[in-house]
Nanobody
Framework: VQLQASGGGLVQPGGSLRLSCVAS????????IAWFRQAPGREREAVSC??????????FYADFVEGRFTMSREDAKNTAYLQMNSLNHGDTAVYSC???????????????????WGQGTLVTVSS
């Protein structure tokens, strides 16, 4: 079981990036998937999560997203995405994707709910 995150990079404030998370070794359509991030000197925090399509496929976002990010999934490709727009300096962090089949949905933003983690991809917002 493996998750591979990619798509990070250097972007100016106000810019956009799309992160991808490719799953291998399991069929993503049966899993809930989340994005977390960790900024230097700060604890890891949840960004967004999406239910597997066998539940309802809905997505949820942390309050700080404020409508700027959109999470989606393309289970035919075992891939989840995080489209990030209107990026600001506070979004600079290492972004990681995580997946699990049996999370307690009321605890969906807790990292201990997720069994599988990918390595992070660095997003740097700087002028």
């Amino acid at each position: 079981v493996q998750l591979q995150a990619s798509g990070g990079g250097l972007v100016q404030p106000g810019g956009s990036l799309r992160l991808s998370c490719v799953a291998s070794g399991f069929t993503s359509e049966y899993y809930d998937i989340a994005w977390f991030r960790q900024a230097p000197g700060r604890e890891r925090e949840a960004v967004s999560c999406t239910r597997n399509p066998n539940r309802d496929g809905s997505s949820f976002y942390a309050d700080f997203v404020e409508g700027r990010f959109t999470m989606s999934r393309e289970d035919a490709k075992n891939t989840a995405y995080l489209q990030m727009n209107s990026l600001n300096h506070g979004d600079t962090a290492v972004y990681s994707c995580a997946a699990s089949r049996t999370i307690i949905w009321s605890s969906r933003f807790r990292d201990d709910q997720y069994a599988y983690w990918g390595q992070g991809t660095l997003v740097t917002v700087s002028s």
